[in-house]
């Protein structure tokens, strides 16, 4: 590993611990030359996802993407960045385990809504406004009467 100060080669490691997830272990290193210390993070190799679009484009899946569709849709509200990152990776996890190589760009969609339903109904009526294209205000009313129904067991919520 390369001293991210003065670039040596050489260094040993003072402490190794697994994520709570058991998917990456952090490593301090302190390097041979100039003894600073640094942090290393190890995972395994992911195969690459790819993303089927509507349109039929396919691209690589980026967590950042999804990570800041959902932050966008909690914007001002109480959700905290550690919250966010919680269901990106569950996200993540989640299409590894159903998907092989390649997931349709509806199917993350579908995900994250179901996620933020969980979590906050204003998060959710933002992110589903975007995703399932609203076009006027009645798209709205219909989807908050929707959620109303189902809270007090009235309704069923369909996707589109």
Same mark, same amino acid.
């Given at each position: 590993?390369? *001293?991210? /100060?003065?670039?040596?080669?050489?260094? %040993?490691?003072?402490? &190794?611990?697994?994520?709570?997830?058991?998917?990456?272990?952090?490593?301090?290193?302190? *390097?041979?030359? *100039?003894?600073?210390? !640094?942090?290393? !993070?190890?995972?395994?190799? @992911?195969?690459?996802?790819?993303?089927?679009?509507?349109?039929?484009?396919?691209? #690589?899946?980026? %967590?950042?993407? +999804?990570? #800041?569709?959902?932050? %966008?849709?909690?914007?001002?509200?109480?959700?905290?960045?550690?919250?966010? &990152?919680?269901?990106?990776?569950?996200?993540?996890?989640?299409? =590894?385990?159903? $998907?092989?190589?390649?997931?349709? &760009?509806?199917?993350?969609?579908?995900?994250?809504?179901? @996620?933020?339903?969980?979590?906050?109904? +204003?998060?959710? +009526? =933002? $992110?589903? &406004?975007? /995703?399932?294209? $609203?076009?006027?205000?009645?798209? $709205?009313?219909?989807?908050?009467?929707?959620?109303?129904?189902?809270?007090?067991?009235?309704?069923?919520?369909?996707? #589109?």
């Amino acid at each position: 590993m390369k *001293c991210p /100060y003065c670039g040596f080669l050489e260094d %040993k490691v003072i402490d &190794s611990r697994e994520s709570e997830d058991g998917l990456q272990v952090r490593r301090r290193r302190e *390097c041979l030359r *100039c003894e600073k210390r !640094y942090t290393t !993070y190890e995972e395994i190799e @992911k195969k690459p996802l790819i993303v089927v679009k509507k349109d039929g484009r396919r691209e #690589n899946f980026v %967590k950042e993407k +999804v990570f #800041n569709g959902i932050k %966008k849709a909690c914007e001002k509200l109480p959700i905290s960045t550690e919250k966010i &990152s919680l269901i990106v990776d569950e996200i993540e996890q989640e299409l =590894r385990q159903r $998907f092989e190589k390649e997931v349709a &760009s509806k199917e993350i969609g579908r995900l994250i809504i179901e @996620k933020l339903r969980k979590i906050d109904e +204003v998060a959710y +009526v =933002r $992110f589903a &406004s975007v /995703y399932r294209q $609203f076009k006027d205000i009645s798209e $709205f009313e219909k989807e908050i009467e929707e959620m109303r129904g189902e809270s007090d067991g009235t309704g069923k919520h369909g996707e #589109n």
